[in-house]
């Protein structure tokens, strides 16, 4: 193995890329006044954690949605076949 990823862009090269632009920007930010820093977390934060907890809600609203109507099928199931096994009277 030659440490290069599949694409032959060395691997450590890319990674150190991105090491070196969140540095700048970490430096950057801190460099900042504190009311600055602030109102740019809370712009870019603040949308990032809504848009997440959208998509959680979505996903947990549709997995519950689908849990319940598959007990309802089977429910609905047990009725019908009690039904057509009950002795008639």
Request: some cysteine; glycine content about 8%; proline content about 4%.
């Amino acid at each position: 193995m030659t440490g290069r990823a599949p694409t032959g862009v060395p691997s450590g090269s890319v990674l150190r890329a991105v090491a070196t632009w969140w540095d700048g920007i970490e430096l950057w930010l801190t460099q900042l006044d504190f009311a600055v820093q602030v109102v740019l977390v809370v712009a870019v934060v603040g949308p990032v954690c809504w848009g997440a907890a959208a998509v959680i809600d979505t996903v947990v609203e549709r997995s519950v949605a689908a849990r319940l109507e598959a007990a309802q099928r089977r429910a609905g199931r047990r009725e019908r076949d009690r039904a057509s096994t009950a002795p008639e009277a």
